[in-house]
């Protein structure tokens, strides 16, 4: 069953649009992973999702709900959580503060939140009294996924997770993502590191210049010459045919 | 040396802490709100002038008014931001500079026109000072640092240990992600607020019992409380306070005959030693002295 169904976005920044009339939909339990050349519109189109970018036109379906342009800080209690690709912790906060901090909407449930927070990322347990800012880039995207988990989310937005991480954090986090999926929360993920995300992708969409160019499952988008080519030959290449 | 101590080091201490509690005031507001908030000083007026009509209405002391000072001043400053500063929070931070001192004006014109240019004190007699071992203290000086010390633990636990105080915490590192994390960004920065009119009503009233009102008190001390602000390393509270503790006793020591017969530096100068110290600080560590001691 579709969770979250956004229609014919269009969005941007002050007067430019940088979506043109993008869709994306996301189901219980699915890793659906955004991948396309920089500037396609991939994170401004979860950003329109999760309510930071007011969507010019369009509708965002969520739970059978119109969410469009609504507050950011009203998604968590709806389900949605979103991670921000930088500065996505707060560096001064330690590591368990940083945690409660994603239970802040529902402070009854941090107790619990924290009991799975570490269960899933054991790595955070030892360090719970650090600073967030000490923390190395791949422990601190476990800590930024692991905020965002907090309140059990619904659907969980994950802005390039893996940037700037070394391949054995990669390899973890792609490992935590199905893992994350496995346990029924839909999961819509931009990724720059196209190839293995795709390989656990249930479905991959293909962004370019604001506008949907190609959807299928992982494997097959990852099979499809014309994609291979299209992320081989670079963002030149995408324009190109833009 | 008792002579230092007693004539120097302790009024350096009392007006260092006068300072620390309006420099911890503005960090706080700095860190979460991203402005310097020029109509802190006028706060600190407001809060001494709304004392001195708790001491007159009721007939207690001024400590005792502290509570009334802090309960009037709150509201000046949510008004304030409701009225001025909401509608341009998103706009440059220099914007928002001037518009604070637009309220300071306001503030400053309403305590003209309510308690006149003379300036006024909460009557008291004659205390003799507290003698120990040749150590002498007045006791509102023991007051104003007990005080300020119990004003400082409060919002230390506030900070440190509640909810609340964290997610203060988080707004100051980082507003958007606060927003994203479900934070209520309204209900936290009314908060700051009251905590920021707080700490300045406190200093307020402290500076009118150590010194005399007048329309101008706040604003007399606002100029060293940014230093010490910045001393700290601004939008750290902790760093704020143990900046103004420092200025407050460099400013006392300074007029302490050092060298020969006179004082340093004449009393009446002695208010330019923290924007030296300011302009020194600003040049080799600009962070702030505490930066990095956390």
Request: aromatic share 8%; with cysteine; hydrophobic share 55%.
């Given at each position: 069953?579709?969770?979250?169904?956004?229609?014919?976005?269009?969005?941007?920044?002050?007067?430019?649009?940088i979506?043109?009339?993008v869709?994306?939909?996301?189901?219980?339990?699915?890793?659906?992973?955004?991948?396309?050349?920089?500037?396609?519109?991939?994170?401004?189109?979860?950003?329109?999702?999760?309510?930071?970018?007011?969507?010019?036109?369009?509708?965002?379906?969520?739970?059978?709900?119109?969410?469009?342009?609504?507050?950011?800080?009203?998604?968590?209690?709806?389900?949605?959580?979103?991670?921000?690709?930088?500065?996505?912790?707060?560096?001064?906060?330690?590591?368990?503060?940083?945690?409660?901090m994603?239970?802040?909407a529902?402070?009854?449930?941090?107790?619990?939140?924290?009991?799975?927070?570490?269960?899933?990322?054991?790595d955070?347990?030892?360090?719970?009294?650090?600073?967030?800012?000490?923390?190395s880039g791949?422990?601190?995207?476990?800590?930024?996924?692991?905020?965002?988990?907090m309140?059990?989310p619904r659907?969980?937005?994950?802005?390039?997770?893996?940037?700037?991480?070394?391949?054995?954090?990669?390899?973890?986090?792609?490992?935590?993502?199905?893992?994350?999926?496995?346990?029924?929360?839909?999961?819509?993920?931009?990724?720059?590191?196209?190839r293995?995300?795709?390989?656990?992708?249930?479905?991959?969409?293909?962004?370019?210049?604001?506008?949907?160019?190609?959807?299928?499952?992982?494997?097959?988008?990852?099979?499809?010459?014309?994609?291979?080519?299209?992320?081989?030959?670079?963002?030149?290449?995408?324009?190109?045919?833009? | 040396?008792?002579?230092?101590?007693?004539?120097?080091?302790?009024?350096?201490?009392?007006?260092?802490?006068?300072?620390?509690?309006?420099?911890?005031g503005?960090?706080?507001?700095y860190?979460?709100?991203?402005?310097?908030?020029?109509?802190?000083?006028?706060?600190?007026?407001?809060?001494?002038?709304?004392?001195?009509?708790?001491?007159?209405?009721?007939?207690?002391?001024?400590?005792?008014?502290?509570?009334?000072?802090?309960?009037?001043?709150?509201?000046?400053?949510?008004?304030?931001?409701?009225?001025?500063f909401?509608?341009?929070?998103?706009?440059?931070?220099?914007?928002?500079?001037?518009?604070?001192?637009?309220?300071?004006?306001?503030?400053?014109?309403?305590?003209?026109?309510?308690?006149?240019?003379?300036?006024?004190?909460?009557?008291?007699g004659?205390?003799?000072?507290l003698?120990w071992?040749?150590?002498?203290?007045?006791p509102?000086?023991?007051?104003?640092?007990?005080?300020?010390?119990?004003?400082?633990?409060?919002?230390?636990?506030?900070l440190?240990?509640?909810?609340?105080?964290?997610?203060?915490?988080?707004?100051?590192?980082?507003?958007?992600?606060a927003?994203?994390?479900?934070?209520?960004?309204?209900?936290?920065?009314?908060?700051?607020?009251?905590?920021?009119?707080?700490?300045?009503?406190?200093?307020?009233?402290?500076?009118?019992?150590?010194?005399?009102?007048?329309?101008?008190?706040?604003?007399?001390?606002?100029?060293?409380?940014?230093?010490?602000?910045?001393?700290?390393?601004?939008?750290?509270?902790?760093?704020a306070?143990?900046?103004?503790?420092?200025?407050?006793?460099?400013?006392?020591?300074?007029?302490?005959?050092?060298?020969?017969?006179?004082p340093?530096?004449?009393?009446?100068?002695?208010?330019?030693?923290?924007?030296?110290?300011?302009?020194?600080?600003l040049?080799?560590?600009p962070?702030?002295?505490?930066?990095?001691?956390?």
């Amino acid at each position: 069953m579709t969770l979250l169904a956004a229609r014919g976005l269009v969005a941007g920044y002050g007067e430019a649009d940088i979506l043109h009339g993008v869709d994306l939909s996301v189901a219980a339990g699915q890793v659906v992973v955004v991948i396309g050349p920089n500037g396609a519109g991939k994170s401004t189109a979860l950003k329109a999702v999760a309510g930071l970018v007011r969507p010019r036109q369009g509708s965002v379906r969520y739970d059978g709900q119109e969410i469009a342009g609504q507050p950011a800080e009203s998604m968590v209690l709806r389900g949605l959580a979103y991670v921000p690709q930088e500065r996505n912790v707060f560096p001064s906060l330690g590591v368990e503060e940083n945690l409660l901090m994603g239970a802040f909407a529902r402070p009854g449930a941090a107790r619990e939140g924290l009991a799975r927070a570490y269960a899933l990322f054991p790595d955070l347990a030892d360090k719970r009294r650090d600073a967030a800012g000490s923390l190395s880039g791949g422990q601190r995207q476990m800590l930024a996924v692991a905020r965002a988990l907090m309140l059990t989310p619904r659907l969980l937005m994950l802005d390039e997770p893996t940037a700037g991480l070394s391949p054995r954090f990669c390899t973890l986090i792609f490992a935590k993502v199905r893992e994350i999926a496995a346990s029924g929360i839909a999961v819509l993920m931009v990724e720059q590191n196209a190839r293995p995300a795709l390989a656990i992708a249930d479905r991959g969409v293909v962004l370019a210049m604001g506008r949907n160019r190609a959807e299928d499952a992982g494997p097959a988008l990852l099979a499809n010459p014309e994609i291979g080519r299209l992320f081989l030959g670079g963002a030149a290449a995408a324009e190109g045919e833009g | 040396m008792l002579e230092v101590i007693n004539f120097y080091l302790i009024p350096g201490l009392v007006l260092g802490s006068i300072y620390a509690l309006a420099a911890a005031g503005l960090s706080l507001a700095y860190g979460v709100l991203r402005f310097a908030n020029f109509a802190h000083g006028e706060l600190m007026t407001f809060g001494a002038y709304a004392a001195l009509v708790a001491v007159g209405l009721l007939g207690i002391s001024p400590w005792a008014a502290v509570p009334f000072a802090i309960a009037a001043t709150i509201p000046v400053i949510l008004l304030a931001d409701r009225a001025f500063f909401a509608p341009l929070r998103r706009a440059q931070p220099a914007v928002l500079l001037i518009s604070s001192f637009g309220v300071a004006l306001m503030i400053r014109a309403v305590v003209y026109f309510v308690w006149g240019p003379t300036p006024q004190g909460y009557a008291r007699g004659f205390t003799p000072p507290l003698l120990w071992e040749g150590l002498r203290i007045q006791p509102r000086h023991l007051y104003i640092l007990a005080g300020a010390l119990a004003a400082a633990f409060l919002v230390h636990l506030l900070l440190s240990r509640s909810r609340a105080g964290r997610a203060m915490r988080a707004m100051a590192d980082d507003p958007d992600l606060a927003r994203i994390t479900g934070v209520p960004v309204d209900g936290v920065i009314r908060l700051t607020w009251a905590v920021s009119a707080a700490l300045a009503a406190v200093a307020g009233v402290f500076l009118a019992i150590d010194t005399e009102l007048s329309p101008m008190l706040g604003f007399n001390v606002v100029l060293a409380a940014f230093a010490a602000a910045i001393l700290g390393g601004i939008g750290r509270p902790w760093g704020a306070a143990l900046g103004g503790l420092l200025l407050g006793v460099a400013e006392e020591l300074s007029t302490y005959p050092w060298i020969g017969e006179g004082p340093l530096l004449e009393p009446a100068y002695k208010t330019g030693v923290a924007f030296a110290v300011l302009v020194l600080v600003l040049i080799f560590r600009p962070q702030g002295l505490f930066r990095g001691m956390n």
